[in-house]
T-cell receptor, first 116, second 112 residues
Framework: QKEVEQNSGPLSVPEGAIASLNCTYS??????FFWYRQYSGKSPELIMS????GDKEDGRFTAQLNKASQYVSLLIRDSQPSDSATYLC????????????????FGSGTQLTVLP | EAQVTQNPRYLITVTGKKLTVTCSQN?????MSWYRQDPGLGLRQIYY???????DKGDVPEGYKVSRKEKRNFPLILESPSPNQTSLYFC???????????FGQGTRLTVV
């Protein structure tokens, strides 16, 4: 089982719709969760962080966290073509490759396309 | 301006010719990490460093070396590059290994 899992997509939504991106993680001890946006060929850019159960809103973005279900999501309201990108979920998790040292661990990303 | 700076941004080289990709951060971060990104495979960690003189292997360390002699710098060394190391490379830093990471602009490497 991967430490952080995301649907790879592609996910297509019409302009103005709500885009919903999902992420599950395996480490029950994870305490910090992040969403990054990555345009093609560019570096990942941090857009949201969440640490407590519930919702956190920032403009058109809402991050949702449910630690009991080990689930974190990102909602993008009023989606715009400029939101078309790959969205990476990152979780503070124990990593097998680092001998269980806790590090930021990335999912493989979900590609979002917003259609005009 | 707080940033992570990688150089070069683009590099085409030949098999076996040693190269170094530099990474420098000006945020006094203890944690630094190198990733490679290939289509369909996401970000894969190559090496990471918890602090000066403390480095360790990530998921795909074969063929790479790193050093952390100063807090701000974390170069990635390919002693004998091969075509399968053609990829997009990112350096990242953060206050702690579990906090948010800030990424450099990326280095697109082609080995022919």
């Amino acid at each position: 089982q991967k430490e952080v899992e995301q649907n790879s997509g592609p996910l297509s939504v019409p302009e103005g719709a709500i885009a919903s991106l999902n992420c599950t993680y395996s480490d029950r001890g994870s305490q910090s969760f992040f969403w990054y946006r990555q345009y093609s060929g560019k570096s990942p850019e941090l857009i949201m962080s969440i640490y407590s159960n519930g919702d956190k809103e920032d403009g058109r973005f809402t991050a949702q966290l449910n630690k009991a279900s080990q689930y974190v999501s990102l909602l993008i309201r009023d989606s715009q073509p400029s939101d078309s990108a790959t969205y990476l979920c990152a979780v503070n998790a124990e990593r097998i490759s680092s001998g269980s040292a806790r590090q930021l661990t990335f999912g493989s990303g979900t590609q979002l396309t917003v259609l005009p | 301006e707080a940033q992570v700076t990688q150089n070069p941004r683009y590099l085409i080289t030949v098999t076996g010719k040693k190269l170094t990709v530099t990474c420098s951060q000006n945020m006094n971060h203890e944690y630094m990490s190198w990733y490679r990104q290939d289509p369909g495979l996401g970000l894969r960690q190559i090496y990471y460093s918890m602090n000066v003189e403390v480095t360790d292997k990530g998921d795909v360390p074969e063929g790479y070396k790193v050093s952390r002699k100063e807090k701000r710098n974390f170069p990635l060394i390919l002693e004998s590059p091969s075509p399968n190391q053609t990829s997009l490379y990112f350096c990242a830093s953060g206050p702690r290994p579990t906090s948010e990471a800030f990424f450099g602009q990326g280095t697109r490497l082609t080995v022919v």
